[in-house]
C-alpha cells in the first residue's frame, strides 16, 4: 500500500498550533493584561492538542509495524 504524501496528523497539528497563536496574540491586542488567564488557558489547550496528536501518531505507527510484522510471519 502506497503512503500517501498528504499526512492529516500533521496538518490536524499546524493547524491547531497556528489558531492557538493567533488567539493568543488576539487575545493580547484585544484585551491588554487582562488577556493572561485566557492566553494560559490556550496555551493548555495547543499542548493537550499536541500530546493527543502525538499519542494518535503513536498509535497508528504501531498499528501499522504490528500488520507488517505479522505479514512477514505469515510468508514463512
Do not use: C, H
Amino acid at each position: 500500500m502506497a503512503k500517501s504524501a498528504f499526512d492529516t496528523l500533521r496538518a490536524l497539528a499546524i493547524a491547531s498550533q497556528a489558531l492557538g497563536f493567533i488567539l493568543i496574540i488576539t487575545l493580547e491586542t484585544v484585551m491588554g493584561d487582562a488577556a493572561r488567564p485566557w492566553q494560559g488557558w490556550t496555551l493548555a489547550a495547543m499542548v493537550a492538542a499536541a500530546l493527543w496528536i502525538a499519542l494518535v501518531r503513536l498509535y497508528r505507527r504501531n498499528r501499522e509495524r504490528k500488520a507488517r510484522l505479522r505479514g512477514l510471519g505469515d510468508d514463512d
